[in-house]
């Protein structure tokens, strides 16, 4: 993440970014994404989705730190968003 989306938005010179993460865990990769945010003074819009409501709750308990991030337990395969409502998706160790 912080070779490669982390460097494109810094490369775009974005001020806000969205960005949702497919599978998002306990929402570690999330929380990096929100401290770079924060570190570089841009405004960010963070969701995450996990099938797992264990992992949806782990990563809304990091929204007291970070509260640009909220999860939601859903199906990877149905997406209850809008096409083209993030300018990121990602998806990390989503397969394993």
Do not use: W
Not at 5 to 12: A, K, M, N, P, Y
Not at 14 to 28: A, M, Q, R, T, Y
Not at 38 to 65: E, H, Q, V, W, Y
């Amino acid at each position: 993440v912080k070779k490669s989306l982390l460097r494109e938005i810094g490369s775009q010179e974005l001020n806000e970014f969205s960005i949702l993460d497919v599978g998002c865990g306990s929402g570690e990769l999330l929380k990096i994404i929100a401290e770079f945010a924060l570190r570089s003074g841009r405004k960010a819009t963070l969701a995450g989705i996990d099938l797992n409501p264990i992992s949806a709750a782990a990563t809304n308990s990091l929204s007291l730190s970070f509260p640009e991030m909220n999860a939601i337990q859903g199906d990877a395969n149905k997406l209850p968003f809008a096409d083209g409502c993030f300018d990121y998706v990602i998806s990390s160790l989503f397969f394993h």
